[in-house]
């Protein structure tokens, strides 16, 4: 992508360097955007979670530096769409560089060759402040678009190759090594902000655990309908049990979520498992036509997926369910929604706003980058 950002493309430095600023400009944004909607997602679900929420994120930089030096393999969810290359000759030069710029400050759109953004979007999660969220993402959009400096010296096409090769072949232990420094510097600084905390959280974090995973795992068969709908066809189901399955499974999934922002945490968890078990039986039933691996349409996954791993996750998943259930000893402790506060008017409406903008900049992203792909 960095070679549509150079002089030879835009006719000189001047006009690269606006295009520069314009890119630099629409990757902060909309990274900003993203981080304060991620955080107003976390205040939804009763974040700060105090010492659970930093310990739960000194534990996630901790693996995913562990990730960088190839110790674990970590996934790092994200959609690897390539920025379209129709953009900038359908667009002018300048909203062609700003739409580059937008299309990388989401991160997940397109690819990630490491998990920090995972661990920064975590750390926006737990903040609970729109403000905060967008203060912490937006840096990691501002240094993204900052990477088409280096195409300041490619004023020939000769030389805009050049570049690109050299960027393919750069080492990678290097940029390893610094992300794995980072990640383990905020582990650190993250266990040590935890401990100094009262003790508690733990149930809270796990209801929001919980009600994100069913978020996206419901959002990846709306949004991928037609993945989801193949998923179905291979479980081979009766007809009318699959026409009723298509709609029912994704609006049960999407009740969790519901449940826990609602101020009933106890009635997720126990939906949740009810959820999960009937997911496994069905596993299992498949199992014995398919053999080892079966079908899974879940979190907008499109091949099949081993059964004991699948069945770990659902495991894991359960105990966090179950965690909820007996965590909380009544409803009147849990996620109570109702209106803000005073105080909390201004990052109310921002979280509010930031959501609604960053819901319009990943459709339309979305959108764009389907066509760039179809092209």
């Known amino acids: 992508m960095v070679e549509t950002i150079t002089p030879v493309v835009h006719g000189g430095r001047g006009r690269w360097g606006r295009a520069l600023a314009l890119h630099m400009l629409g990757a902060t944004a909309t990274a900003a955007l993203f981080g304060a909607a991620v955080a107003g997602l976390g205040r939804a679900l009763g974040a700060p ?19 960088e030096l190839r110790v674990l393999a970590i996934p790092i969810p994200q959609l690897r769409r390539q920025v379209p290359d129709w953009w900038r000759t359908f667009f002018g030069h300048d909203l062609a560089a700003a739409l580059y710029g937008a299309g990388l400050g989401v991160g997940f759109l397109t690819y990630l ?33 900052l990477g088409a400096v280096t195409a ?17 072949t750069a080492p990678e232990r290097p ?4 992300n794995a420094a980072t990640l383990a510097a905020v582990a650190i600084a993250a266990c040590a902000g935890g401990l100094r905390l009262a003790a508690g959280g733990w149930w809270q974090l796990a209801a929001a655990a919980v009600a994100i995973t069913f978020g996206w795992a419901a959002g990846s068969k709306i949004v991928g ?34 449940l826990v922002v609602a101020g009933r945490p106890r009635a997720a968890a126990a939906w949740a498992v009810a959820l999960i078990a009937g997911f496994s039986i069905e596993t299992l ?15 907008g996954g499109r091949g099949d997926v081993g059964v004991p791993a699948l069945l770990t996750r659902n495991l894991v998943i359960a105990g966090l369910a179950t ?6 000893r009544s409803e009147a402790t849990a996620l109570p929604l109702g209106m803000p506060a005073a105080s909390d008017l201004v990052p109310f409406a921002l979280a509010l706003g930031s959501g609604a903008a960053a819901t319009l900049v990943v459709w339309r992203a979305t959108a764009w980058l389907g066509r760039g792909r179809a092209a």
């Not at 989801?228 to 007809?239: D, I, N, Q, V």
């Open 49 to 67: 979670w105090g010492r659970a929420g930093l310990l739960a994120l000194a534990a996630a930089a901790a693996l995913y530096a562990l990730g």
């Open 113 to 145: 060759a490491n998990g920090t953004l995972v661990v920064v979007a975590l750390a926006a999660l737990a903040s609970g402040s729109p403000a905060i969220g967008a203060a912490i993402v937006a840096p990691f959009g501002l240094f993204r678009g």
């Open 152 to 168: 300041y010296a490619s004023e020939t096409p000769e030389a805009s190759r050049m570049l690109v090769d050299r960027l393919v």
């Open 175 to 178: 940029r390893r090594l610094v």
């Open 225 to 258: 309908r037609r993945g989801w709908r193949r998923t179905l066809r291979a479980h081979e189901l009766p007809a009318w049990l699959e026409r009723t399955t298509f709609p029912v499974v994704p609006a049960a999934e999407a009740l969790v979520p519901a």
């Open 285 to 299: 039933r498949v199992r014995r036509r398919t053999g080892p691996r079966v079908p899974c349409g879940c979190f």
């Open 323 to 328: 965690a909820v259930l007996f965590g909380t």
